[in-house]
Nanobody, 126 residues
Framework: QVQLVESGGGLVQAGGSLTLSCAAS????????MGWFRQAPGKEREFVAA????????VYADSVKGRFTISRDNAKNTLYLRMSSLNAEDTADYYC???????????????????WGQGTQVTVSS
């Protein structure tokens, strides 16, 4: 059974930084692309960033490009999201997700991710 557990969320001031982690278990982490999504109150869940199975390729939403960095440590079965220059619009619940299909690239589509974590809350105060 695939399990994804996010951590690292919290309250941060505008302009600050935060790093989220996602610990994965239940299958060979290094074989699957991963993604981060977020959902603000009253809004749909949206794509943030994704990384391919090896970590050699990443893709970002325009709204976070240049401020957020997705990375992975396959030896630790852990996905990361480094967030900097945070603003109020980044306030949301953040979810990590794991793609189906081995050795795939990261995807912007929620439909490509059959496995999801429970989320971690990020609140940016202005």
């Amino acid at each position: 059974q695939v399990q994804l557990v996010e951590s690292g969320g919290g309250l941060v001031q505008a302009g600050g930084s935060l790093t989220l982690s996602c610990a994965a278990s239940g299958r060979t982490f290094s074989s699957y692309a991963m993604g981060w999504f977020r959902q603000a109150p009253g809004k749909e869940r949206e794509f943030v960033a994704a990384i391919n199975w090896s970590g050699s390729s990443t893709v970002y939403a325009d709204s976070v490009k240049g401020r957020f960095t997705i990375s992975r440590d396959n030896a630790k079965n852990t996905l990361y999201l480094r967030m900097s220059s945070l603003n109020a619009e980044d306030t949301a619940d953040y979810y990590c997700a794991s793609r189906g299909g081995r050795y795939s690239s990261g995807s912007r589509s929620r439909a490509d991710y059959p496995y999801w974590g429970q989320g971690t809350q990020v609140t940016v105060s202005s």
